[in-house]
């Protein structure tokens, strides 16, 4: 069957034939796999099944249909909604599993809008389940989501707007300290440009230095503004 090029994520070589996506392995797909594989035990329907290797080592997953949101593009209110339910079902499927190996849960790591896959107003995929996986805190991936699908920190949503959406996130996923999780997304920024700046990432230092500084000038008033 034909290949169909994927783009996104952190894995090269991520293709899709019919009803499946192929990609190659890579450090962490040990972990990645036993975690698809206890999802599908633990009957979480968000997440792709894995169905083995293709002929040429390749993982085969099942393929998730529906529309993802990419290049910062408006997430309506419902969809933020759904999605946070999701990603609380995530969580909570994980908890105090083997999968979580100590930690809290597992941490997708990179959740939002583009990695998030949508029917409509309902959001019914996570994809993109890569090197970033591993156990963790609730906190540090529902502020990545947060920060992703509530615009935090982007000087052309309004910090009212931004505050609003960081509410209405947290509401649906079950989180009752909205400015907890803005101080994480803070903390989030600083951690991922020291991260780049050790690995010697000039450009991506200097994105999440301007992120961080940011959240750094507007935290007070956003953390003021919520509802």
């Known amino acids: 069957m034909d290949e169909q090029s994927l783009a996104g994520g952190n894995t090269l070589g991520l293709v899709r034939v019919g009803d499946t996506v192929r990609r190659p392995v890579h450090e962490s797909s040990p972990y990645v796999r036993d975690v698809l ?18 002929e040429h080592g390749r993982e085969i997953l099942t393929y998730i249909p529906g529309e993802t949101v990419q290049d910062d593009a408006p997430v309506s209110d419902a969809r933020l909604a759904s999605a946070a339910r999701l990603i609380r079902a995530f969580h909570d499927a994980t908890a105090g599993s083997p ?46 989501a947060v920060w992703c699908f509530a615009n935090v920190a982007d000087p052309g949503c309004a910090i009212a ?9 947290c509401a649906a996923y079950g989180w009752d300290d909205p400015a907890a999780v803005l101080t994480e997304i803070t903390a989030r920024f600083t951690r991922t440009r020291d991260a780049h700046r050790a690995a010697g990432r000039t450009a991506a230092e200097a994105v999440f230095a301007d992120l961080a500084s940011w959240m750094r000038a507007h935290a007070a008033d956003l953390t003021a503004a919520l509802p």
């Open 161 to 169: 707007e931004q505050a609003r959406r960081t509410a209405l996130f």
């Open 99 to 144: 999968a979580a190996d100590g930690g809290e849960v597992v941490c997708h790591g990179d959740l939002g809008p583009h990695n998030t896959v949508f029917d409509g107003e309902t959001a019914i995929g996570l994809i993109d389940w890569d090197d970033e996986l591993a156990p963790g805190a609730r906190l540090h991936d529902l502020g990545h």
């Open 37 to 54: 594989l206890y999802l599908e035990k633990a009957e979480f329907p968000g997440s792709p099944r894995l169905l083995g290797e293709d």
